[in-house]
């Protein structure tokens, strides 16, 4: 997960599946030629890459592989890894606890989940909410004091709320397609 879109390498293909102001989705498809590398890259493992830090990924195989990159803007990485990692005052955006955390089989699900809907171009609010949920659950499994199997929970009263706020929004407008943005801007006083 990055929080801006990455420059062109060299012997990657990238695919753009889903673009929004709230998530973009890519698949990246390495050719795998650098068998040596420090940062080896599994299935079950998610990597978290920051701003202007280089990364190198082994792969394990000749061949390469298939990546799946969550490109969120420095507002949606303030927000998701901010309930995790306190912000540093002089920081525009938060730094992640870890540079790769191992995931559990739901969280992969819904890795999968969200890269499947971005490709048949389901409806941009379902993409989104999958794509965040996942990397909320993957910033869950990087943290220490959750692990991966916890989840954050919410008041009853406040997730309530909440959604009868958005069923507000969304009910006289259910033939149109929304985004997440457009909910949180028409919810925001």
Known sequence: MMPRTPPPVPGVAVNVLFRSATVTIQDWCCR????????????????????GQPYRVSHPVQGGDLCTLFVLPPEGVRQLVGRHVPADAAQATPTFLASHAAIDCRTFLLHRVARDAAI???????????ALGFVERALQAADPTEGAAAARVVP??????????????????????????????????
């Not at 795998?32 to 701003?51: K, M």
């Open 32 to 51: 795998g030629a650098d068998r040596n590398a420090e940062e080896a890259a599994q299935g079950h493992v998610v990597v978290f890459c920051e701003p």
């Open 120 to 130: 048949v171009g389901e409806d941009p609010l379902v993409v989104e909410e999958t």
């Open 156 to 189: 009853l009263r406040t997730a309530r709320d909440y959604a009868e706020r958005v069923r507000a929004i969304v009910a006289p407008r259910f033939r149109e397609r929304l985004s997440l943005v457009e909910i949180a801007h028409e919810d925001t006083p």
